[in-house]
């Protein structure tokens, strides 16, 4: 440690380093000051273009950083009256190194973000700026958007409650305002979108996050989740299930080998009868586009009452429906069957229905950001986190200096023996301050702990003060903006991202809202006036009762959380005070305890009310912290591995559903499904090198009718001399195709006949099948991985490292959600009859979905095959010729480009093989 230190002495610390790389361009910046102060507005703005020209012809982002941020800086002084001071320079170009400026509280970071933002929205592809809450969004986008528009750059601003059309508008901007859940939500939202018209956000090339420790660390620790409506469908499944009796021998086909029950023609006959008398069949058919939900749960039923066997499949326990596991006997409580099944399970055994998951789409914040081709941030306290920015997000830290130099004094740790006697010498402390007229910020951990403390003020005498409610971001600006006046008290339970400055003596801008809005002319410059010297006179009577005094009640957890509290004082060279009380009964002290910080205190021999402060048990407390932050990164990038593995499945089926949705004609990639499914049932029904006596005809005509609804003699196939599995399969490829050609010529006869465009109806009706297919079948999987991450760590009681037996599941899971893909889109397009009249897609009323992200500090909403898996992975557990492959090579490879694997084919044939 010691060599460390006196390394870093000689030759200055990684920041230092960093920061000196960028003094020469701020002399070059500097340079070129009193030639742009000659130019007109309309000439400083048509620099705008000059630069978008450069860029055009080849020039690089860095090439024009002295030029831009020059121009930036010179508009900032016509537009808002404050210039960059060489230290904002610096900080503007680390954001624009793809790193983390860590500036102190009042150093200007939201105008020292204008510059790497105005920079890289001249490429055009545009940027986004990320705020903590909607209040910031709007302030700082309409704050700094005077300073783009005089530059002629557009920018938006993205809040709860907007229209699609109104985002659109925002995210087609230059430079777009939002906040981190709404630009995540955006996101998922986007890749539930049927066409490439209805999305809403354009890329991800550059994003500045505010208070960047704050979203990518803090709120990260909870996903954004989307969940669809939450209707009782126990009634369809009750439904369902009571038709089930009537389902005679001759309804049906089972094939309790494969796991698989399917309606014949009669089955279908009779479940369509009885389910348009009771109102639940839209349409003619059961196989009509609108009945395809119905479909799905009345093939759940079928297979709950003849394929799976109460006690040997599953029990019935505690009023749940139980799975059995095959291979152990054992019970598997917590899993559940998908597609529906179990739900047909609980209402065949007349148990509890327990919904079905209605989680539509989800995506970790961690995971969200690394989108960015671009990314970087700001705060005013990163560096005790900067192993985690590095390891998740590649983002380097860069401490940037101060424009003043720091004055504020900052106490070791006082430690009380009890909370009592912590509080009492605080309410002291405070009672001083406010009488000598110095301004206090008090950090509490909790509302009950911030009311408490008020009591025990008033009961001293002290009675005026605040305490900040953490849920009104409006209220909470004006009340921080005055938390400076002289004798001022304020109690706060987290000062992370307020984003207002405390400065002393009051808030010009805030005063000026407040009490100037409404005036004009002479009347506004008088009001203006008298509030500049009312300030002036408050700021010199608190410096003169030493500044701000910021005390904490107790050290969190992170070191960070304890640094933003003490950052509020001392800001931009002011004298300030910070004092951290803490109790061998405060959380961290009981939960973690220092080592031998008791024995300690009792050999000194403290008597009441006494504390001890001394920097070895400062020290001492900052070490144990340092534990607790590195157990919890731990904790957080374990899950983030987890997340990895799901998160490179949805950039595959993302990636997908987007070239879906730019495609035309799909009809190819219809067919290629098509031919794949051939493949699979003979493949399943024809073992390798056997003879025709030994295929299992039976199980072949029926998943034909099933699959390709078509009939075909495989019986008397298989009599005929030299038969092969090949030649069965050309077969069954001719009649499929054949079924499929004669179907679209009769459907084209009926369409020109009604004269109606059918060929563009059709090719809509494949694109709406097969995302709504890929949809429906994400929606699972995500249910099944969940459950999975949720067992699989049982595997390390069996000497198994759980998170590669996670991936390895979760990958072949992947295949059998592909393969059930091709199954349910040929399925779908074999049984489809068109009529000529118009169909709508159906698509998540999106009105109706609910947007979820737990605060991890309240707990509170942040935002306004049906087989075991085991079962999954014998039977359908995808083409089993496949090399594995790690899913993220998969991501963003051409269907058309030869697949990362290895085998020579092209993707869409291999790997990229829906």
């Known amino acids: 440690m010691a060599l460390a230190a006196l390394a870093r002495r000689i030759f200055g610390s990684p920041s230092d380093r960093h920061v000196k790389r960028f003094h020469g361009k701020v002399a070059a910046i500097n340079a070129l ?55 904002q320079l610096i900080g503007g170009m680390v954001l624009n190194d793809r790193s983390i400026a860590e500036m102190r509280t009042g150093e200007g970071k939201t105008l020292v973000a204008t510059l790497a933002v105005y920079l890289n929205a001249l490429t055009g592809l545009g940027v986004h700026v990320v705020t903590v809450n909607d209040y910031l969004a709007r302030r700082d986008a309409s704050w700094m958007g005077q300073l783009y528009n005089f530059l002629g750059l557009s920018y938006g601003i993205i809040v709860h409650g907007l229209s699609d059309a109104e985002r659109k508008a925002a995210y087609d901007a230059d430079i777009t305002y939002g906040t981190n859940n709404e630009f995540g939500f955006d996101y998922l939202r986007d890749n539930m979108k049927y066409t490439r018209a209805q999305m809403v956000q354009r890329g991800h090339a550059f994003g500045i996050v505010d208070e960047v420790d704050s979203i990518l660390i803090d709120e990260a620790r909870t996903p954004l989740i989307i969940s669809g409506p939450s209707d009782d469908r126990s009634e369809l499944y009750l439904t369902l299930d009571a038709l089930m009796p009537m389902i005679g021998e001759d309804d049906f086909e089972l094939d309790e080998k494969q796991r698989a029950a399917t309606f014949t023609d009669q089955g279908i006959e009779k479940l369509e009868a009885k389910l348009a008398e009771d109102g639940l069949l839209k349409g003619d058919s059961l196989y009509d586009v609108e009945n395809v939900a119905l479909v799905h749960h009345a093939n759940s039923a079928l297979r709950a009452h003849k394929l799976f066997r109460k006690d040997k499949d599953y029990i019935v326990r505690n009023d749940e429906v139980v799975i059995i596991d095959e291979f152990s006997g054992r019970m598997m409580p917590g899993r559940r069957y998908s597609e529906g099944l179990h739900q047909a399970l609980e209402a065949k055994e007349r148990v509890k229905i327990q919904p079905e998951n209605q989680t539509l789409a989800s995506i970790t914040f961690q995971n969200y950001f690394r989108l960015y081709k671009k990314l970087a941030g700001m705060t005013g306290t990163a560096a005790t986190e900067a192993e985690e920015f590095a390891d998740i997000y590649k983002l380097d830290v860069v401490t940037v200096p101060t424009n003043m130099p720091i004055q504020r004094r900052d106490d070791e740790d006082a430690i009380f023996r009890t909370a009592a006697e912590k509080f009492d010498a605080i309410a002291e402390l405070i009672k001083d301050a406010h009488g000598r007229g ?31 409610n953490a849920k009104q971001h409006e209220l909470e600006a004006y009340i921080v903006a005055d938390a400076g006046l002289p004798g001022a008290i304020t109690i706060a339970t987290n000062m992370a991202g307020r984003g207002t400055d405390i400065q002393l003596g009051g808030n010009l801008e805030m005063r000026i809202e407040k009490e100037a809005t409404g005036l004009e002319g002479a009347e506004r410059d008088a009001k203006i006036a008298d509030i500049k010297k009312t300030i002036a006179e408050h700021k010199a009577q608190a410096l003169a009762a030493g500044g701000l005094m910021v005390i904490g009640t107790e050290r969190h957890e992170s070191r960070r959380i304890d640094n933003q509290l003490r950052g509020r004082s001392g800001r931009q060279g002011d004298p300030g005070h910070s004092a951290f009380f803490l109790s061998l009964q405060d959380d961290l002290m009981r939960i973690f305890p220092v080592d031998s910080m008791d024995s300690m205190l009792g050999k000194l021999g403290l008597e009441q009310g006494e504390s001890i402060t001394h920097p070895w048990v400062t020290k001492a407390i900052e070490r144990a912290q340092g534990k607790v932050e590195a157990r919890n990164f731990d904790i957080r990038k374990n899950i983030l591995k987890y997340d990895d593995v799901m998160n490179d499945q949805r950039k595959v089926i993302f990636e997908q559903r987007i070239e879906m949705m730019d495609a035309e004609d799909v009809s190819e990639t219809v067919s290629e499904m098509r031919h794949d499914v051939v493949d699979n049932i003979v493949g399943k029904a024809i073992p390798p090198r056997s003879y025709p006596e030994q295929w299992n005809v039976e199980q072949l005509e029926a998943a034909a009718k099933t699959y390709l609804n078509i009939d075909v003699p ?61 949809d429906g079948l994400w929606r699972e999987h995500l249910v099944t991985l969940d459950h999975l991450s949720k067992v699989v760590g049982w595997r390390g009681i069996a000497q198994r490292d759980p998170l590669t037996e996670y991936k390895q599941e979760a990958y072949e899971l992947f295949q059998t959600l592909l393969a059930s893909m091709r199954e349910l889109v040929t399925t779908q397009m074999s049984h489809l009859e068109l009529q000529p009249r118009p169909v709508a897609p159906p698509m998540p009323d999106l009105s109706r979905l609910q947007e979820t992200h737990i605060d991890p500090l309240t707990g509170e909403n942040d935002a306004d095959g049906g087989d075991t898996i085991a079962d999954s992975l014998g039977a ?32 869409k044939h291999c790997h990229g093989a829906f």
Do not use: Y
Request: hydrophobic letters at 45%; glycine letters at 6%.
């Open 438 to 468: 110095q301004p206090v910020l008090v950090g509490t951990t909790s509302i009950e702990k911030s009311e408490m403390l008020a009591e025990i003020l008033r009961s001293k005498g002290v009675g005026e003060m605040n305490v900040l």
């Open 33 to 87: 000051e009193a030639d742009l102060e000659k130019l007109t507005d309309d000439q400083l703005r048509a620099r705008t273009a000059e630069f978008k020209d450069q860029l055009a012809k080849g020039a690089d982002l860095d090439d024009l950083i002295v030029p831009a941020f020059a121009t930036v800086r010179e508009a900032s002084k016509r537009v808002l009256g404050m210039r960059h001071f060489d230290v």
């Open 714 to 774: 495989v019986k008397d196939w298989a009599a005929e001399e030299g038969i092969d599995a090949e030649i069965v399969t050309e077969r069954l490829l001719a009649a499929a195709d054949a079924q499929v050609a004669d179907k679209e010529a009769r459907t084209l006869a009926k369409f020109a006949e009604a004269g109606q465009p059918m060929p563009t109806i059709m090719r809509q009706m494949e694109k709406n099948i097969l995302l709504q297919s890929i």
């Open 876 to 907: 359908v557990g995808g083409d089993p010729s496949l090399r594995p492959i790690d899913p993220a090579l998969l991501v963003g490879v051409a269907r058309n480009a030869p697949c990362p694997c290895g085998s020579g084919k092209k993707f």
